[in-house]
């Protein structure tokens, strides 16, 4: 089945380290996202990628970094620089401006 | 730039219908999403509105105004499972491949 595979489910940062969420997508999409959920609160925008090699940095991209070194591959790292880093992170994907294919999210806490 | 606003929570009686509303302040966009999130989990499509009017499937129809700066997202004959935030969103021209999320609106379906 073609989809977005995020993982891990639930990720817990210690103060001063680095982690990395994992985003997979089989779709043959060009396009792909991440975005940050706090509670009640909408998405905002990290970063997103529109090609291989390529990516842009979003409305809060602080903190964040990416990397798309192969089309179907988008990883987060959420580094230390990231002082309040819990939240619910969203990958998406999408063809040419169209709806975007959401994974289904990695809960990340602060221990 | 181009804010878009929803009311942030909403009340509604099973078997009745809701409407909600999203306002938005951008110079132009190719066409407007609306998404429905259950807590904790991804955003799943909804509609797309493309040209002004009513786009209607099934208990769920979308509305477009242009000229007005306007869009609702109308569910009929609500059910308990229909409680879930609903989130629009829209492709600015001016912002490439980015797709723009409002706040979001929680809606609570009361026996």
């Known amino acids: 089945d073609g989809g977005i595979t995020q993982s891990p489910k639930y990720l817990f940062r210690k103060e001063g380290q680095n982690v990395t969420l994992s985003c997979e997508q089989n779709?043959?999409?060009?396009?792909m996202y991440w975005y940050r959920q706090d509670p009640g609160q909408g998405l905002r925008l990290i970063y997103y990628?529109?090609?291989?090699?390529?990516?842009q940095k979003g409305d809060i991209a602080e903190g964040y970094s990416v990397s798309r070194e192969k089309k179907e591959s988008f990883p987060l790292t959420v580094t230390s620089a990231q002082k309040n880093p819990t939240a619910f992170y969203l990958c998406?994907?999408?063809?040419?401006?169209?709806?975007?294919?959401f994974g289904s999210g990695t809960q990340l806490s602060v221990l | 730039g181009q804010n878009i606003d929803q009311p942030t929570e909403m009340t509604a009686t099973e078997g009745a219908i809701v409407q909600i509303n999203c306002t938005y302040q951008?110079?132009?966009?190719?066409?407007l999403f609306w998404y429905q999130q259950h807590a904790g989990e991804a955003p799943t499509f909804l509609s797309y509105?493309?040209?002004?009017g009513l786009e209607e499937k099934g208990r769920f129809s979308s509305f477009l105004s242009r000229s007005k700066g306007y869009s609702y997202l109308l569910l009929k004959e609500l059910q308990m499972k229909d409680s879930a935030s609903y989130l629009c969103?829209?492709?600015?021209?001016?912002?490439?491949?980015?797709?723009?999320f409002g706040g979001g609106t929680r809606l609570m379906v009361k026996p």
């Open positions: 969103a829209v492709y600015p021209y001016n912002a490439g491949n980015m797709l723009t």
């Open positions: 990628s529109q090609i291989v090699n390529d990516f």
């Open positions: 951008t110079s132009g966009f190719n066409g």
């Open positions: 779709l043959n999409h060009d396009a």
């Open positions: 509105n493309v040209l002004d």
């Open positions: 998406a994907s999408s063809d040419r401006r169209r709806e975007l294919f």
